[in-house]
């Protein structure tokens, strides 16, 4: 009778030492990823693809191209972490607008660019995407840290 008490329990504790072990895994979003992970996966796009945006101002036309055809992959791809974002959600009301880009500052850190129409308007930028570059054995190449 005792060793059928202490095998119940024995049971009951391994079911529950069980249930504990799978908590982890059942909390965790599916089909979202953190920024980290989308970060990582981003920058493994970055140093291995065949092609890509030759500098500063050719990512941002790039992700501002992605972004007008609604292709987040790409998007995603040209701004490490972004992956992490709703872009379908951020993008839902996005105007129909074109953009005109400056030459980045001298340590390719930062992309002037501005709305077509308030470029014509006044002349000047009044946004920046930030930059970041990766060092690549296909060269350096320039990725999007921020942007207005």
């Not at 992700?63 to 055809?69: D, E, L, N, S, Y």
């Not at 998007?75 to 074109?98: A, F, K, Q, T």
Request: some cysteine; proline content about 5%.
């Amino acid at each position: 009778m005792i060793k059928m008490r202490r095998n119940g329990i024995e049971i009951v504790m391994f079911m529950c030492l069980g249930s504990l072990l799978l908590l982890p895994s059942c909390g965790k979003r599916t089909g979202v990823k953190t920024w980290e992970e989308a970060h990582t996966e981003a920058m493994k796009t970055i140093a291995t693809r065949q092609q890509w945006p030759d500098s500063p101002e050719a990512v941002c036309k790039e992700f501002w191209k992605a972004r007008r055809a609604m292709d987040y992959k790409e998007m995603e791809s040209l701004w490490p972490g972004s992956g992490s974002y709703n872009w379908p959600e951020i993008c839902s009301d996005d105007p129909d607008v074109r953009y005109v880009f400056g030459k980045a500052n001298e340590t390719g850190t930062g992309v002037p660019y501005a709305a077509e129409g308030y470029f014509k308007e006044n002349g000047s930028y009044n946004l920046t995407m930030a930059m970041g570059s990766l060092q690549t054995s296909r060269g350096l190449r320039y990725y999007i840290v921020s942007g207005n």
